[in-house]
Structure formats: C-alpha cells, structure tokens
C-alpha cells in the first residue's frame, strides 16, 4: 500500500428506490406535514420495538428534552448519566435547569455502571438517564430496579440502539420510554429525525402536544394548552422513516455481517481490542465499529497513518463532562470519571456503514496495522 488508492468514509446513508418513490408521493401529495406518513411511520415503528406507543420528533435530542420535561425535571434537581456519550445524553437535563451528574462506566460495555449510580444518588436526584452506547444495551433491570427504589424517572437514550436486544427482548419494548435518531450516520435514517417510543398512552399524549406547540388534542390551530415546542418531524422525513423501517432487518443484517468482518480481519492484530461480543443478555445492533487502542498506542498517529490511506477516523467519543461548557459551568475535572476517561484517550471509530464492501473492510485492515505498526 505505497499510494491512496481509496477513500474510506466514516459512514454513509443506506438510501434506496423505494425511499425515493415514498418521499416524493409525500411532495406530490401536497400534505407536507401533520399528513398521515407520520402515523404511518410511528405505528411502524412501535411494532418493530415492540412498544405500543411511539411519538416522532425532529431529533433524538429534542426527544430526551420533552422525556426530561416529563419527568419533571427543574432547577435544584440531578440527573445521572453517562459520561461516555453524546452530549445531548446530558444537554436535555441542563435544558429543563437541573444539573447533570456524572457516574462512571463499566470498561467492557462502557454502558452505565448501576453500582456507580447507585452511588451518585443524592436527595436532589429526580432522574436517571441511560445510554445504550454504540449500540450495546445498557443494564437495563439493575437500573430500572434501584429508580424504583428511589423513586427516580429512567429515560432510556436508545438512540444508537435501534434493532439492539436487552434479555431476549428489542430496546424499546421493556417499559422505560426510550429515544431514537436518525441522523444519516445511525443505522436507518430520515435526515433528522428522531422518535420516542412508550408504554403509556398518557405520555404519549402529552408528547404528541409537547412536541406540537402545546397544542391540545382535538384543540384548534391556535389553541395551546400548555407551554410547548415545535420538535414536529415532517411527512417528507416520515415517509423517508418508513422506508427504511420497511428495509431494517436488511439493514440489520448487513451491518451485522460487516462487523463479524472486521471482527474476522482485526483478529490476532496487535494493539487493538475489538468491540465486546453479545452474551445471553445483550444483543448489540451495529451503529459503530469502535475498537480500544492498546494504552501506549499513539492514537494520533494512527488517525494520521489511517487519513493517508484515505480512511476516515474519528475519537469516538470525548468524555461529556470535560467538554469545555461542562467544565466552566460545573467545575468538573480530570480524574471524576476515571473508567469513562481512559476510554475516551484510546477508543477509535473505524468506517463502518450498512453498505461498507468486503474490499473496503480488507483496505482499512491492512491500513490499521501498518498504522500500528507506526505508532
Ligand atoms: C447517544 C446519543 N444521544 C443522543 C443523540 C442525539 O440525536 P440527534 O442528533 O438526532 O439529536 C445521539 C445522536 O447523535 C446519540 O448518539
């Protein structure tokens, strides 16, 4: 490999003919938004995780937000979450005023470690909001069994989980209201785009006002019953959602068959640990193919190596609470998340999308190890 012969990106939509035809009968159809695509695609999707109620909205984050104002989260209230995530996994705390409380992770799931929850629980805690980080689940009985306990909201952040299963059962389908997204890096996408999905219809009801300016059930256009947003999906992204929920267990597959590919050409190789297998319990679904670099290992170096092979790589993912707005708003520092943080100085997110071919899988191989090889 003396030149670049390829460009490997990080990730990439799995768009086909049958999206194209749904989203331009949606055009055609003159019923741009509030249209029946969105039921369409929310019924679709609840029965696909196995819930019973599923609201749609503009983005995953704009879901965590309306679970946080649900639970009734204010100002003098601490929510527990992960600092091993995407910040919006603690933003939609902050949004509603309360401050966001960090407990460690485990190292081999680097989900949520229910004993580090249990410890960070103070009298102000009101909610504990758990990631399902790459895809893998998180601990989801642990955790649903000490909120209980304390009498705590669980939001469950799903929204790298799509397809992922916890005991048997799909994410989503246990009780706790879950997030989805669909940014086009997530296993199926509608741009933007995200959906939370429930088990009681009252919520439901309430996101389905929430989301759509307050406005009551049954209310006029101008009637607003109470203090809402607008995190309204439109049917053209719905009709693009029902699309891809149409082709998802393909998806799935596909994404599945990449990974065991990698898992298969990765193997044996020095200074790379791959991601953690399924067991009984945990059944991941592929949103990212993150491996942990050997400490020692010059991660920098090998994002260098990889980008003159023309393979993308990114430093999934920077511990939340040492982003610069966390540690000038909270005063958090180097050395509260110590499991979190190690984590986040040695991880490495490789290309990997539904659609990644054999060959590209060998090309970025063959790149890592003489990546490693010079770092
Ligand atoms: C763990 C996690 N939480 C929340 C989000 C937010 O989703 P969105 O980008 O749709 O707002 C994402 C997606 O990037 C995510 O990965």
Redesign the pocket.
Known sequence: MTSVTRQVPLSSPYIDERDEELVLEVLRSGRLSLGPAIDRFEQLFAEKVGAPYAAAVS????G?HLLCRIAGLGPGDEAITSPY??V??ANCAIYEGATPVFADVDEATMNLDPAAVEAAITPRTKAVIA?D?FGYPCELDPLRELCDRHGLALVQ?A??ALGAEYKGRPVGSHGPSAVF???PN?QMTTG???IVTTHSEEEWRLLTSLRNQGRADGGGWLDHARLGFNYRIDDIRAALGIGQVEKLDTILELRRAAAARYAELLAGLEGVELPLADDADHVRSWFVYVVKLDRGVDRERVIDVLASHGVASSRYLPSIHLQAYMREAYGFREGMCPVSEDLSRRTLALPFFTSIGAEDQEYVAEALAQALAAA
């Open positions: 983005s995953g984050t704009a965590l995530s995407f919006a996994s990631v980080i952040d929204c790298e997204a669909f940014y997530k933007e785009g995200g």
